[in-house]
């Protein structure tokens, strides 16, 4: 079975702290993405990455930025947290772009910021 | 702008039939997923549909109508463990994933 895993299930941080959300995949998918999820929202993606060192902007980067040193870890960063950040982040990977590609999860990471 | 809309949230009998809509529109479309997420959890697939009409799994079916923009997830013989989130996404002509805000789904004895 594919395994994408998040370092956290929970964490509780300080505003204007440096907040590091760690992704690793084991299935050696080429794309990884980080979404967050808010109640009565769709999922929105804030970054993915199609190779190594590689990364795109999603719909909502502002505030984050992201790491891909090694194919299966994909880290994402808020450089100095908002309490607007409070959310559920999830981690995804995929194989590649063809039409029936599916995204798989990880458990997510529900981030309190106060 | 790209919109997927879904009913917030639906209630249905257990051992009953629960159909959730989807409506769509989106610039291009390569493909639709549907996606379970229970409380607290992560999404997991559900079903795929790129061509119009009815997939079959198990259960679970889904059907999709691309002159509509339309697609809807069937259940069937409803468990009080399909009590879940469900959610729809569409791929995009860059084959981005669009995503609905999901369908609460409540099951009752």
């Not at chain 1, 509780?12 to 109640?39: A, I, S």
């Not at chain 2, 061509?51 to 697609?71: A, H, M, N, P």
Request: aromatic content about 12%; some cysteine.
């Amino acid at each position: 079975d594919v395994k994408v895993t998040q370092s956290s299930r929970y964490l509780v941080k300080r505003t204007g702290e440096k907040v590091f959300l760690e992704c690793v995949q084991d299935m050696d998918h080429e794309n990884m993405f980080w979404y967050r999820q808010d109640p009565g929202l769709g999922l929105r993606l804030i970054y993915f990455s199609y190779d190594v060192k590689m990364k795109e902007k999603g719909d909502i980067p502002e505030g984050y930025s992201v790491s891909r040193e090694k194919k299966e870890r994909f880290s994402l960063i808020l450089e100095s947290a908002s309490t607007n950040q409070t959310s559920m982040y999830l981690c995804a990977s995929g194989p590649g772009t063809g039409d029936s590609t599916e995204a798989f999860f990880g458990q997510g990471t529900r981030l309190t910021v106060v | 702008g790209q919109n997927i809309d879904q009913p917030t949230e639906m209630t249905a009998t257990e051992g009953a039939i629960v159909q959730i809509n989807c409506t769509y529109q989106t610039s291009g479309f390569n493909g639709l997923f549907w996606y379970q997420q229970h409380a607290g959890e992560a999404p997991t697939f559900l079903s795929y549909n790129v061509l119009d009409g009815l997939e079959e799994k198990g259960r679970f079916s889904s059907f999709l109508s691309r002159s509509k923009g339309y697609s809807y997830l069937l259940l069937k013989e409803l468990q009080m463990k399909d009590s879940a989130s469900y959610l729809c996404a569409v791929k995009d002509s860059n084959y981005q994933l669009i995503w609905g805000a999901g369908t609460k789904l409540i099951i009752k004895p």
